[in-house]
């Protein structure tokens, strides 16, 4: 086993302009969950090519690559997502989406350009001793391409003593991983509001019930879950990303929706915060 870092940096150095381009390439055709089959092609193509044996089709998009190495009972994952989200990419940059509404935002496709560079690496150097299982995820975003892949059984033939992945993290240097003692990511949950009141004209609001102040008001309660009910220790996110409501300025509608993302460390905050979200 080679431990020194920097022969794993001078390969990867060596071999950058290749792993760059595989990033932009998939930067350019993003795909959203369990869409993603130009992606997944690429890559199974890229590990059968350094020796790997793979399966395609797990959780219909889904790739997994097996190297086998000596007789060493450990095996290990590596684990990496594919897709990307509904977003317009206005960055300019030569290699942008060519999918109108679709951009790799989150970074997935340097997530998958990095677990290949590292595939590519471990096939050459082989200097392990075990079986090595890459996993490569659809649908992270929020659509469970990961339960999916384990209910279609991903571990049953592939298991793993181990298992690691990465995210991005803008705003630290190269070459810098960061870690943290217990969970580093966040619970992600969703929940829809609807506010059900009763529309009628701008110029008459005492006959109606408006269901925009409500949402207002409801929108600032939120607000007070995680500095009033959340440990101060603890950590926790209650994020209003859109409402929806009403067309005209004379008109108070009948419904307004509102889209909320929560996150949360711990499994405690994570319940605390669905029954205030809840009672409010």
Known sequence: MIHDAKHY????QRHADALVAIRRDIHQHPELGF????????????????????????????????????????????????D???IDEKTGVPYASV????????GHDGHTAMLLGAAQYLAETRHFNGTLNLIFQPAEEGMGGARR????????????????ALHNMPGYPERQLVFRDGATMASSDYATIAVSGVGGHGAHPHRCADPIVAAASIVMALQTIVAR?????QMAVVTVGAIH???????????????VSVRALDRDVRALLEQRVKAL
């Open 229 to 233: 009910n959340v440990p101060p220790m």
């Open 84 to 86: 990307a989200l509904p």
């Open 149 to 164: 892949m384990i209910a279609e059984g991903l571990f049953e033939r592939y298991p793993c003593d181990a298992i690691f």
């Open 9 to 12: 940096f001078d390969y990867m």
């Open 35 to 82: 869409e993603e089959h130009r992606t997944s092609e690429l890559v199974a193509q890229h590990l059968e090519r350094w020796g790997y044996r793979v399966e395609r089709g797990i959780a219909g998009t889904g790739v997994v690559g097996q190297l086998v190495c000596g007789d060493g009972p450990h095996r290990l994952g590596l684990r990496a997502d594919m």
């Open 99 to 106: 999918h109108a509404g679709i951009m790799h935002a989150c």
């Open 245 to 259: 409501g009403g067309n005209a300025n004379n008109v108070v509608p009948d419904t307004v929706t509102l889209e």
